[in-house]
Nanobody, 119 residues
Framework: QVQLAESGGGLVQAGGSLRLSCAAS????????MGWFRQAPGKEREVVAT????????SYADSVKGRFTISRDNAKNTVYLQMNSLKPEDTAIYYC????????????WGQGTQVTVSS
């Protein structure tokens, strides 16, 4: 089964940038889509961005559209989330997840990385 490890989180001032990375190992050949999710205290987990294997189809939450960019490097088994113009409301734990071919749900998850944006 796949293991996902997020990195790149941290503390940044509003307006700053961070790039999150998700390194995948084991079972990566089954990956149909990767996604970034986030969960803030007291809030439900929400989808931030998703990308299919080819990279041709990408989706973003309205709240991050134009500021965040998801990308995928299959040769490196890594997915990225470039976050620009960060806002305090972006503060959350960010999770990487994988959806396998033949499945409808994202069912493999990383441990998460904390992103904190100060004003």
């Amino acid at each position: 089964q796949v293991q996902l490890a997020e990195s790149g989180g941290g503390l940044v001032q509003a307006g700053g940038s961070l790039r999150l990375s998700c390194a995948a190992s084991g079972g990566t050949f089954r990956s149909y889509a990767m996604g970034w999710f986030r969960q803030a205290p007291g809030k439900e987990r929400e989808v931030v961005a998703t990308i299919v294997w080819s990279g041709a189809y990408i989706s973003y939450a309205d709240s991050v559209k134009g500021r965040f960019t998801i990308s995928r490097d299959n040769a490196k088994n890594t997915v990225y989330l470039q976050m620009n113009s960060l806002k305090p409301e972006d503060t959350a734990i960010y999770y990487c997840a994988q959806r396998e071919f033949g499945k409808t749900d994202f069912d493999s998850w990383g441990q998460g990385t904390q992103v904190t944006v100060s004003s």
